[in-house]
């Protein structure tokens, strides 16, 4: 269910709650497809069964951001800036397949 509220570890120290459909908002990134639901009793999770993310939660939280203001916006005459694309940052969307679409 796209309103899910996923519980997820960053990096063992950021604890973050989002909706999958924020996750999944780009269909073909392999983050889409890491929590499209289908997966989530081979992911990886903590002790208190949060969804863990071995990323940076200073290079992760940022993408968390700009994918939830992607999903609370409504208008479209308000263009949402991704965040500055630095290399770690590129290299983290790559990763997850979501370079093209995010830039």
Not at 6 to 20: E, K
Not at 50 to 64: A, E
């Amino acid at each position: 269910n796209q309103s899910d509220v996923l519980h997820l570890n960053i990096g063992g120290s950021t604890n973050v709650a989002v909706f999958r459909r924020t996750l999944t908002r780009f269909e073909n990134s392999l983050l889409a497809s890491q929590f499209s639901g289908r997966w989530d009793d081979s992911l990886e999770k903590t002790k208190c069964g949060s969804f863990f993310i071995d990323q940076d939660p200073n290079v992760f939280v940022p993408l968390l951001n700009y994918l939830r203001q992607c999903d609370h916006n409504t208008s479209s005459k308000v263009k949402i800036l991704p965040p500055p694309p630095t290399p770690e940052f590129c290299s983290m969307l790559e990763y997850y397949g979501l370079l093209s679409s995010i830039y």
